[in-house]
């Protein structure tokens, strides 16, 4: 099993601000295998981004992936109010596919 | 509008059984796989299960392995989550989410509110 650990746990920042959250897998991830996710509080998840730097449909620029083979990241740029939620990185290309823990994000 | 709308949830003892539903609408079920997704209160995202677009193709998370079964009826849109022996670590939200595409490891792309099962004496 692949198992993803995202850091920080809780980043809080002000708005206007640059987030940058970070999965680290357990073994080398394909890129196209590795997506996230924003849950906002009492809503289902949202996918943001797959393939590791692709953004979802209706998705804001400001939100951008990259990274490969064991670390990923999710930049947030321009950070505002209603970014506050939890992100989630996911890795789809072996089974089980798992989660990372989340990592929540504040604005300050 | 594309959407799936769980049903099927509520409150269970311990070793009892319960069969969630997921109706799909908007589009063509049997053009994508479909997964579900649970929640335990307060907790992270936990895959269960997913079953690609001919059900050729199954997975299960360990955890749930040999208790749970997934299917698909595609001329009816619907997704079935069957599950068996519930434990109350089986107490959670859970989702139905549709992929990008036919197979089973792609992205989820609509994810629906949500069933609650809670499992308790």
């Known amino acids: 099993e692949i198992v993803l650990t995202q850091s920080p746990g809780t980043l809080s920042l002000s708005p206007g601000g640059r987030a940058t959250l970070s999965c680290r897998a357990s073994q080398s991830v394909s890129t196209i295998y590795l997506a996230w996710y924003q849950q906002k509080p009492g809503q289902a998840p949202r996918l943001l981004i797959y393939?590791?730097?692709t953004r979802a449909t209706g998705i804001p620029d400001r939100f951008s992936g990259s990274g490969s083979g064991t670390d990923f990241t999710l930049t947030i740029s321009r950070l505002e109010p209603e970014d506050v939620a939890v992100y989630y990185c996911q890795q789809y290309g072996s089974s089980p596919l798992t989660f990372g823990g989340g990592t929540k994000v504040e604005v300050k | 509008e594309v959407l799936v709308v769980e049903s099927g949830g509520g409150l269970v003892q311990p070793g009892r059984s319960l069969r969630l539903s997921c109706a799909a609408s908007g589009f063509t079920l049997d053009d994508y796989a479909m997964h579900w997704v649970r929640q335990a209160p307060g907790k992270g995202l936990e895959w269960v299960s997913g079953i690609n677009w001919n059900s050729g193709s199954i997975g299960y998370a360990d955890s749930v392995k040999g208790r749970f079964t997934i299917s698909r009826d595609n001329a009816k849109n619907s997704l079935y989550l069957q599950m068996t022996s519930l434990r109350t670590e089986d107490t959670a939200m859970y989702y139905c989410?549709?992929?990008?595409?036919?197979?089973?490891?792609?992205?989820?792309?609509?994810w629906g509110q949500g069933t609650m099962v809670t499992v308790s004496p």
């Open positions: 989410a549709k992929a990008l595409s036919r197979r089973l490891g792609e992205a989820f792309h609509i």
């Open positions: 393939g590791a730097s």
